[in-house]
């Protein structure tokens, strides 16, 4: 069985940095493509950012390019999201899930509890 626990959400103001991550267990990690998926009260869930099973493409929604980096750690099976500068725009209740590829960018259901990211203006 798939288990995805996200931690590292909080309250931060405006400019602020935050630190998310996700340890996955139940899966070869080394298999899946990750995303980081977002989202916001009344809005659809969105993907934010992915990246490749060796971690060497990544991919960034326009809305979170040059402030966000996604990273991954195999040996620990863990995927980050470094959030910088923030905006009250990147209040939402963040997810990770493991991807069908890096070319549909789908997810493939698993979830995770999700962690609450607040951005205060």
């Known amino acids: 069985q798939v288990q995805l626990a996200e931690s590292g959400g909080g309250l931060v103001q405006a400019g602020g940095s935050l630190r998310l991550s996700c340890t996955a267990s139940?899966?070869?990690?080394?298999?899946?493509?990750m995303g980081w998926f977002r989202q916001a009260p009344g809005l659809e869930r969105e993907l934010a950012a992915a990246?490749?099973?060796?971690?060497?493409?990544?991919y960034y929604a326009d809305s979170v390019k040059g402030r966000f980096t996604i990273s991954r750690d195999n040996a620990n099976a863990t995927v980050y999201l470094q959030m910088n500068n923030l905006t009250p725009g990147d209040t939402a209740v963040y997810y990770c899930?493991?991807?069908?590829?890096?070319?549909?960018?789908?997810?493939?259901?698993?979830w995770g509890q999700g962690t609450q990211v607040t951005v205060s203006s």
């Open positions: 899930a493991t991807l069908r590829g890096m070319q549909t960018m789908a997810p493939l259901g698993s």
């Open positions: 990246i490749s099973r060796g971690g060497t493409i990544t």
């Open positions: 139940g899966l070869t990690f080394t298999s899946h493509s």
